[in-house]
């Protein structure tokens, strides 16, 4: 599933910009397709522009009946009466979605024989500091099993001591759910954590839902401002 809102408060109509001749929704939707690891693949939308322009290359869309606020609410929704077990949320802004980072995230459903986590998630190192201390950059902090402990904008953990071998990891906007958990999220009110961050990610942990993370060392581009698109084009040509 890719949630694909037009409206973006940073950059308007970001998912409808041309990248190397198709739009940056498109290339995602292409991208996701690629890997071959899903049964189907949906752009999940409240706009009839995005709509059309999927529906035109022979591509799935779903109109989204309500208003959400996020792409996990926005799923949810499309997939309620849907028979599936996991579902993939992939960014409509990600158009560099790799298979290994996608196939990452579903084998931790393979080997939850406990089926003890409810989400699987993807996180990559960063080193430079600019990127560390930049509140668009969503930080993770996870546990010996790499099970997430908490998100935020600020830079996590804080580095008292300049002697540790302090690490930090980006949190990618790329989910495994099971099902259920993502039902539950719909129904469940935003509390204050979430609130503060504007991080959906947080309102699984304040109600106790287990989120794995997984390592990658793919970093792609997020197109959130016009200079990542224009990074973005670069990194096509």
Not at 209 to 217: A, F, L, Y
């Given at each position: 599933?890719?949630?694909?809102?037009?409206?973006?408060?940073?950059?308007?109509?970001?998912?409808?910009?041309?990248?190397?001749?198709?739009?940056?929704?498109?290339?995602?939707?292409?991208?996701?397709l690629k890997t071959e690891l899903f049964d189907a693949v949906y752009v999940v939308t409240d706009s009839n522009v995005?709509?059309?322009?999927?529906?035109?290359?022979?591509?799935?869309?779903?109109?989204?009946?309500?208003?959400?606020?996020?792409?996990?609410?926005?799923?949810?929704?499309?997939?309620?009466?849907?028979?599936?077990?996991?579902?993939?949320?992939?960014?409509?802004?990600?158009?560099?979605?790799?298979?290994?980072?996608?196939?990452?995230?579903?084998?931790?459903?393979?080997?939850?024989?406990?089926?003890?986590?409810?989400?699987?998630?993807?996180?990559?190192?960063?080193?430079?500091?600019?990127?560390?201390?930049?509140?668009?950059?969503?930080?993770?902090?996870?546990?010996?099993?790499?099970?997430?402990?908490?998100?935020?904008?600020?830079?996590?953990?804080?580095?008292?001591?300049?002697?540790?071998?302090?690490?930090?990891?980006?949190?990618?906007?790329?989910?495994?759910?099971?099902?259920?958990?993502?039902?539950?999220?719909?129904?469940?009110?935003?509390?204050?954590?979430?609130?503060?961050?504007?991080?959906?990610?947080?309102?699984?942990?304040?109600?106790?839902?287990?989120?794995?993370?997984?390592?990658?060392?793919?970093?792609?581009?997020?197109?959130?401002?016009?200079?990542?698109?224009?990074?973005?084009?670069?990194?096509?040509?």
């Amino acid at each position: 599933m890719i949630p694909a809102r037009y409206a973006a408060s940073r950059f308007p109509a970001k998912l409808m910009q041309d990248l190397s001749g198709k739009p940056v929704i498109v290339r995602t939707y292409e991208a996701a397709l690629k890997t071959e690891l899903f049964d189907a693949v949906y752009v999940v939308t409240d706009s009839n522009v995005i709509y059309d322009v999927i529906t035109s290359i022979g591509g799935n869309a779903i109109m989204s009946i309500k208003e959400h606020d996020c792409g996990s609410d926005r799923i949810a929704e499309a997939v309620e009466n849907m028979n599936v077990d996991i579902v993939v949320n992939v960014q409509g802004d990600e158009p560099f979605t790799d298979r290994d980072s996608l196939a990452g995230v579903l084998e931790v459903f393979e080997s939850d024989a406990a089926k003890e986590i409810d989400l699987a998630s993807l996180m990559v190192q960063i080193t430079d500091q600019e990127e560390i201390d930049n509140p668009n950059t969503v930080k993770v902090i996870v546990d010996n099993r790499n099970f997430a402990l908490y998100f935020s904008r600020s830079p996590i953990p804080f580095s008292r001591d300049t002697n540790t071998n302090t690490k930090y990891y980006k949190h990618k906007g790329i989910y495994a759910f099971r099902k259920r958990a993502l039902m539950d999220f719909q129904r469940l009110p935003m509390l204050s954590l979430e609130a503060a961050e504007k991080i959906e990610a947080i309102r699984y942990l304040e109600y106790g839902k287990k989120i794995k993370m997984v390592e990658t060392t793919v970093s792609g581009i997020e197109i959130d401002t016009p200079e990542d698109l224009r990074r973005a084009q670069e990194a096509w040509r």
